[in-house]
């Protein structure tokens, strides 16, 4: 799932998903001050739009050139708020320690030797500040179904939280309904949700 699947991905329809913030988002994060954001995967736009309008300042990132000049259109209302930043994040980390919200929704996260990927995610996430990771529940995946890629090869929220050292503390470690329908042709019904604060 290189930088060409995903241009191709997007670019092979007008609006890839609905437009609307994740569900996760939207409950995890109302409440929470406003600060300095980042949303990896950002994708159409939708998260990083929302966290705008509520008074982050958002870098925004992704893998797709295509996405990204969607999701800049979509946001000329608070064009100063956010910052669309074409990276991949698998290869190179985020600045360190910079971040109020990390928010990994839905990203395929996959194992690595020395997980450099995402230990670089978690050093993002600022003193004081919330990592935020929803995923797909694999338990939804029909039995025997050939879905393309194994679950295992992939980071969930439950597994990151019991890589998490002392200077967190896990708020949320659960897999909930799910707030919104599955993607057509899916099979999701539920969420897996973490939310860990890095202390001061």
Do not use: K
Not at 175 to 182: E, G, I, L, S, V
């Amino acid at each position: 799932m290189d930088a060409q699947y995903w241009d191709d991905m997007y670019g092979s329809r007008d609006q890839l998903f609905s437009g609307a913030p994740n569900g996760v988002l939207v409950t995890e994060v109302t409440g929470l001050p406003p600060g300095r954001a980042l949303d990896v995967g950002c994708g159409e736009g939708a998260d990083a739009l929302w966290l705008a309008r509520r008074g982050w300042r958002v870098t925004a990132a992704d893998i797709s050139r295509v996405a990204l000049r969607r999701a800049a259109r979509a946001g000329a209302d608070v064009a100063g708020r956010v910052t669309w930043t074409h990276a991949d994040l698998l290869a190179t980390p985020p600045p360190a320690g910079e971040f109020d919200l990390v928010s990994v929704q839905y990203f395929p996260l996959p194992r690595q030797p020395g997980d450099t990927a995402l230990l670089g995610l978690l050093a993002a996430v600022a003193p004081g500040g919330t990592l935020l990771v929803a995923g797909h529940d694999p338990a939804d995946l029909p039995p025997g179904h050939d879905h393309g890629f194994d679950p295992g090869d992939y980071h969930h929220p439950a597994g990151i939280a019991g890589l998490l050292g002392g200077d967190w503390t896990v708020l949320v470690d659960e897999t909930r309904p799910r707030t919104a329908p599955a993607p057509p042709g899916t099979h999701h019904r539920h969420d897996t949700v973490l939310r860990a604060r890095r202390a001061r």
